[in-house]
């Protein structure tokens, strides 16, 4: 078994072990203990400015190449990069001229302070690099591909103009910019087996190693089994897939786990896929996949997970995490509730499915064992008298924090609801369906009225609270509206006459 990470940075090898193993990328990157690279800025240290945006090149699966993606390294752990290339900002240099990026943001006066520029400069590089050859980056591409990335004095039409010059024709992958074939000839002659780090072990034994709290043992299995029995073992350590909650929550003190468990290395976890008309999606699958795979399938969640954090979120993030952090105002867990998704759970006793209404018992309580693991979600797909329709409502359309979600699915025959699925989130402890509502729309015409009926009677099945996002009166009046949208909203797809 494998004793330390593995990865590139700035095409240089890098073998990790001990307590630094357990730290944030960003930690790494500026810390004077491994190598200074302060290009890599840190604002927030919550994933919400993009200052720290690096690109992460994941080995692809038949490991001859890298596919790039831009993560906030804020909140990023350093066990997350193992067989990974990592490039920050000063590894774009190459014989001190700029690249194509950075000299389109000088020459479109894209910066002014400068502490945003290398997180934009970076993220850039992710689109382009993401981009088929010969296409330059839309608007959307760029307004949306620029979403994670905050700028407090330049302004965005600089940075967007800077954007819209680019042309990815004249612009070399970054791969070309180091010796791409003996690094991953180095990563996949690599062992596939486990990795184990015991921090703990090196942190008492070295006095030179100076931690701010005992640093955690850090387990990398690849087999489903071995995570399974590392769980059984050890029930008290904390499972992480993308990080994006347990980084902000290491940032701000409240997460000092003893063990953790990386599951994204374990192969059985990575199904994204359609199976007997059900969307199936592993614990590991991040949101850009699945953003990716549901276009076609469900274009409603697509186009909820467009608003979904940031592209350096979505590239880390998971759903599963998203599910097991039970947060009430979870942008995921509407849909899943109306669709009737279940949750596939496995432990080395076997295996279990629950209902996804079933698994949430209390405020961020879960039914799930402590020598279990979410395995997978199976979500039945719409049919074609099936209609969804999901609702974010947040301050701002991007980056933002739900006020309140609301997720509808109505079977119809042709003009009559034979059936109604409504679920809310932000408007008590755990998302909830609305049973009163859903009872009164059966067998009733789709109508304003029937909605409007509907929507008056969710306001007694709801209870919001007021806090900095809203009060409970206008949570309570937000629902009962998203009824009567959710009838202007499905009505022009469906043609129906309002009555
Ligand atoms: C800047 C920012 C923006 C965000 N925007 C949004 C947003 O718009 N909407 C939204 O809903 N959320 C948002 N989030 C929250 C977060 O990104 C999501 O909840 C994400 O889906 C978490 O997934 P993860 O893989 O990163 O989870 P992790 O942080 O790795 O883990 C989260 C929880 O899941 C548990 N867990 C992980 N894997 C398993 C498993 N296999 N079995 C059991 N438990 C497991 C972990 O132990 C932990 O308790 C945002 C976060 C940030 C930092
Ligand atoms: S420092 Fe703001 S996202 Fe990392
Ligand atoms: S240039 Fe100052 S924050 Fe963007």
Redesign the pocket.
Known sequence: MRDHLVFYLNGIRHCVSGPLAACTVTDYLRSGVSQRLPGTKVACA???CGACTVLVGKLGAEGNSFEYQTI?AC?AFVYQLDRCHVITVEGLQHQETLTAVQTAMVDCHGSQCGFCTPGFVMAMHGLVEQQSCDNNLTDDDLRLGLS?NLCRCTGYAQILDAGHTLNPVDITSVDSKFDTSSMLASLTSLDNGPVHINARHVAETNNSVVTNSTPPEIFLPTTLDDLLSRRAERTSA????????????HNHGKFSPTDILF?QGVAE?DQLEVVDNELVIG??V??SRIEAFVREQVPEYHQILT????P???H??????????A?P?????PFHYVAGSTIE?ASVGGRREVPIEQFYLGYKQLD?RPD????SVRTPLPTSNEHLKLY?I?KRRD????TVTAAFWFELDDQTILSARIATGGVGPTIARLPKAEASLARKPFSLDALQTAGRLARDEITPISDVRGSATYRLQLVENLFAKCFHDLSASLSTVEV
Do not use: H, P
Not at 329 to 333: E, P, Q, V, W, Y
Not at 399 to 402: A, G, H, K, P, V
């Open positions: 919550e994933g919400d906030d909140i994670g904390t499972l992480v897939a993308g990080a994006t909650d347990l980084g902000v929550q599951t976890l614990a590991t991040s949101w608003r979904f954090g940031s350096q979120v979505r880390a993030g998971t759903l599963i995490g998203n599910l097991a952090n947060s105002i979870a942008d995921s867990i759970l799930l279990e693991v979410i395995v974010k947040s980056m933002d924090i739900s």
